[in-house]
């Protein structure tokens, strides 16, 4: 039999040894979905919502031994996966909240004689792929909206995430989601790959952009609705004008919040050459305050890096960096065993030679890059495949809608920065991906509109 071995990648110690899924057991899941399917979708929408809302009271029962298996399994700050816990509650009220509307039969035309309709019929088996760097949100995007709309769902979560991926089971069965309605997957990019084989409707992804075009070339012959949310590079932009010390913080945070590992993470910063050692300085004062250590202690900020792999994409960032001139200001090396971790790190002097300006890092590194005007820092934002977020700070608001509307990101932010909310749609240009989620559109989309024109006799 197939198994999934869970490391603690804080402790390297190996924490759970999983029954692992195989071709014929993901073939055999996916037919129990397509036969749930009929009597999920023919469920009143009130009933659906009555099982996620008793969904949403049991891990709100349940935050603490969630937010411990969540750290213990993907190195995550406790304090930080308590926070993806509660936020993920507050994604899912937004969903009861806006569900019926979202779905509810549109007539469009009615002159008496023809009537036009927009019916938004489900889209029916729904395979979800994640990412382990938010299980809960992640997922979530896709299984509540998907499930509250008639859908039947198929969920691999990652091979990182998977203890928390069966938990989201668990609770969803108890709350009364029959177990062929949501059934989990568990294993790695084979079991993924053998779910893509399966006559699935949809297929949402939420992870690198080498799997997501994977993924992109083998649906796409097959006309299967599909939605790749992909990596970022996403840069920040300082005017002159800022509040430095804000602006330092902020971005601080936002660069290494969840250790930098964040589809949204600040991972290129531009300043104006005005304010540009100020705000290093400033910067580097604040990354140094951040405490390394202990994912589950109460206080650390930095925890561990999930993937080893992920540590020798780093050690090639910085030496890269190095090599063509970039100024070390802190960090720049890996945190002593036996877990996976990785100093804190900020360059200055940067430029898009470099890697580390270039291609995602997904760690606690970032390059802070001076610009002379804000026509250099369009350009340099924009100088890049990704499109997921990108932000401005200063104090004009004029500003930082001219400029904003300039870059191509599917999120913008002024004075703010790696923020998602459940009410924006989130999507990315480029190679951050195709289609969204959250919002009303990200209802919708788990829905095919179906037009009907009804003449009276
Ligand atoms: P990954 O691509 O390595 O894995 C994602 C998922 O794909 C996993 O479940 C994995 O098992 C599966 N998979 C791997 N190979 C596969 C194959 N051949 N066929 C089918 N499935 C396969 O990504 P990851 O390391 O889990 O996640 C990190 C990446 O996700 C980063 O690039 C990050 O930016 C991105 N991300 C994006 C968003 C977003 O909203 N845009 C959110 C979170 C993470």
Same mark, same amino acid.
């Given at each position: %039999? ?7 990648? &804080? ?30 979708? &023919? %469920? ?46 507050? =994604?899912?009220?937004? @969903? ?17 004689? %023809? ?11 729904? &395979? ?14 896709? @299984? ?59 297929? @949402? ?72 050692? #100020? ?27 999930? =993937? ?38 900020? @360059? ?8 580390? %300006? ?46 904003? #509307? ?52």
């Amino acid at each position: %039999m197939n198994q999934l071995l869970v490391h603690n990648p &804080a402790t390297a110690e190996l924490i759970a040894t999983l029954p692992a899924d195989d071709d014929s057991s993901v073939a055999d899941k996916a037919q129990r979905a397509r036969a749930a399917l009929p009597g999920w979708r &023919a %469920m009143p929408v009130v009933e659906r919502e009555a099982c996620i809302a008793r969904f949403a009271a049991l891990v709100k029962a349940q935050i603490e031994p969630l937010a411990v298996v969540m750290t213990r399994e993907t190195g995550k700050p406790i304090q930080m996966s308590r926070n993806e816990l509660n936020g993920f509650l507050g =994604r899912i009220d937004f @969903f009861l909240a806006q569900i019926e509307s979202s779905v509810q039969t549109e007539t469009v035309f009615d002159d008496g004689g %023809m009537t036009e309709q927009i019916e938004h019929t489900p889209l029916g088996l729904v &395979a979800n792929i994640s990412a382990w760097n938010y299980p809960w949100f992640v997922g979530g995007n896709v @299984f509540v909206p998907a499930l509250l709309t008639g859908n039947v769902v198929l969920y691999k979560p990652s091979e990182f995430a998977t203890l928390s991926g069966l938990e989201m089971a668990r609770l969803l069965h108890e709350a009364g989601v029959p177990k062929d309605v949501f059934i989990p997957l568990v294993g790695g990019g084979a079991v993924g790959a053998a779910l893509m084989e399966q006559d699935i409707d949809g297929l @949402f992804f939420t992870g690198s952009y080498a799997t997501g075009a994977r993924i992109a070339r083998i649906l796409g012959p097959r006309m299967v609705k599909m939605q790749l949310e992909l990596g970022g590079k996403d840069p920040t932009y300082v005017c002159e004008d800022a509040d430095v010390n804000n602006a330092a913080a902020s971005l601080a945070d936002g660069a290494m919040y969840n250790t930098g590992q964040s589809c949204c993470s600040v991972e290129r910063i531009y300043v104006h050459e005005s304010i540009y050692d #100020a705000f290093v300085a400033h910067f580097v004062e604040t990354v140094k305050g951040f405490k390394i250590g202990d994912p589950m202690d109460n206080d650390t900020y930095i925890g561990a890096i999930t =993937r080893a792999p992920q540590l020798d994409v780093l050690d090639a960032q910085v030496a890269d960096a190095l090599a063509k001139g970039a100024t070390l200001l802190c960090g720049g090396k890996r945190l002593k065993g036996p877990g996976l971790g990785y100093a804190p790190t900020v @360059f200055s002097d940067v430029n898009h030679s470099m890697e580390l %300006m270039r291609e995602e890092s997904f760690g606690p590194i970032i390059g802070i890059q001076k610009v002379a005007n804000d026509e250099e820092a369009v350009q340099l934002m924009n100088d890049t495949r990704y499109g997921l977020t990108a932000g401005v700070f200063t104090p004009n608001r004029t500003r930082a809608e001219k400029l904003l #509307a300039q870059i191509n990101a599917g999120s913008v932010y002024w004075n703010c920065c790696d923020r998602v909310s459940p009410r924006l749609p989130w999507s990315g240009h480029g190679d951050s991906g195709m289609g969204l989620t959250l919002s009303t559109y990200g209802i919708q989309t788990f829905t095919r509109p179906k037009a009907w024109h009804l003449r009276k006799p």
